[in-house]
């Protein structure tokens, strides 16, 4: 029983821990609480998250503000059509006694920001996905431990897709979520222009710092869980399989390929942290379908009839249920 108190005690302070985290944030951020908490979501989870939205939506100054409540190290990277994979991993250099020195690159945070990732070609991308995938690089047959806690969160602008070069299905799918930031509303909008058109002094407080974080991480993979639940979200993937007996029909006509298990753990992750922001000690089939969106959204691979009907991802996921 004692370990269950703590356990819960725990959980309670992570609640805690993340509602100072909105209020810090909300001084430069207007509205977008639901990208807050699904980012959260993905730094609590030890996941990596895609933001999906138009230019001029605040999303580097929402990961940035997000990194100085966790007291993180936030590096943004630009991805450009020239950017070479030493550009964000680091380089060998000789110094002046002529003896070879690793100069780190911007992958050495802990927050990376990765700015329009389907600019940068896909040696590129390879190098950023290896690190995310291995928590580490490697130069010149060296092995560097990158920094933890680690996450990235790359950005891709849904409009202008000349000359960019898509992630990948198999890339795509070490993201835990694909996370859609749409224009803020009309009192939302008025608020930040009324912001940023003025002096704002308010400064962003630190809330936790590395240790908590990996405690926290720690916590929420000890969190109980349900068989119950667990089967739902294994099945409710297996339904996105084309080729599986319980599919529906839209799967079938729509989809060339559905999600893999990594799915599945991104659901049940993401579920337990769901359960937590709702002050809930244990995840129910709720908290998977209220994530099933951002988890399966970038895995699942539409073929041509759902483009010549116009059919959505998102329409056939919540066809799932």
């Known amino acids: 029983m004692e370990s269950n108190h703590s356990d819960i005690k725990s959980l309670e302070n992570l609640v805690h821990s993340c509602d100072n985290i909105k209020k810090e944030v909300s001084k430069t951020i207007v509205g977008q609480i639901d990208v807050i908490d699904k980012l959260l979501m993905t730094i609590f989870s030890g996941g990596h998250a895609v933001l999906i939205g138009v230019p001029g ?10 990194s100085k409540t966790l007291g993180l190290q936030f590096n943004r990277i630009q991805f450009t059509p020239d950017l070479m994979p030493s550009d964000i991993m680091g380089a060998e250099i ?17 927050i990376i920001l990765a700015d329009e990732i389907n600019r940068t070609p896909p040696k590129t991308q390879s190098a950023l996905l290896e ?14 431990k990158l920094n933890a806690p680690f996450f990235v969160l790359a950005t891709q602008n849904p ?13 795509l799918d070490r993201f835990m979520f694909s996370i859609v930031i749409d224009y803020p509303s009309l009192n939302d909008e008025l608020q930040i222009v009324k912001n940023t058109t003025t002096i704002n002094h308010q400064e962003i407080n630190k809330v936790l710092n590395f240790d908590s974080i990996i405690n926290f991480q720690n916590d929420l993979l000890g969190m109980p869980i349900t068989n119950t639940v667990y ?11 084309p080729n599986s007996q319980n599919s529906p029909g839209d799967i079938k006509k ?8 990594r799915a599945s753990q991104y659901l049940i992750l993401g579920a337990k942290m769901h359960a937590v922001l709702k002050g809930k000690y244990s995840p129910d089939i709720e908290d998977v379908r209220a994530v099933s969106e951002d988890v ?13 009907e116009g059919i959505t991802i998102e329409k056939i996921i919540q066809n799932l249920f």
């Open 57 to 66: 939506l605040a999303k580097t100054l929402l990961v940035n503000s997000i």
């Open 296 to 308: 399966l959204r970038h895995r699942l691979v539409k073929n041509y009839k759902a483009e010549a």
């Open 254 to 261: 729509f989809i060339d390929f559905g999600a893999g298990p």
């Open 159 to 171: 409009i202008e897709q000349e000359g960019t070069y898509p992630l990948p299905e198999a890339q």
């Open 131 to 144: 690190a995310m995938q291995e928590k580490s690089v490697t130069v010149s047959g060296k092995t560097y």
């Open 94 to 110: 000789i110094d002046n006694e002529r003896n070879f020195k690793f100069v780190k690159g911007p992958l050495f945070g802990n």
């Open 231 to 241: 089967s739902y979200a294994v099945e409710l993937v297996r339904k996105t399989r």
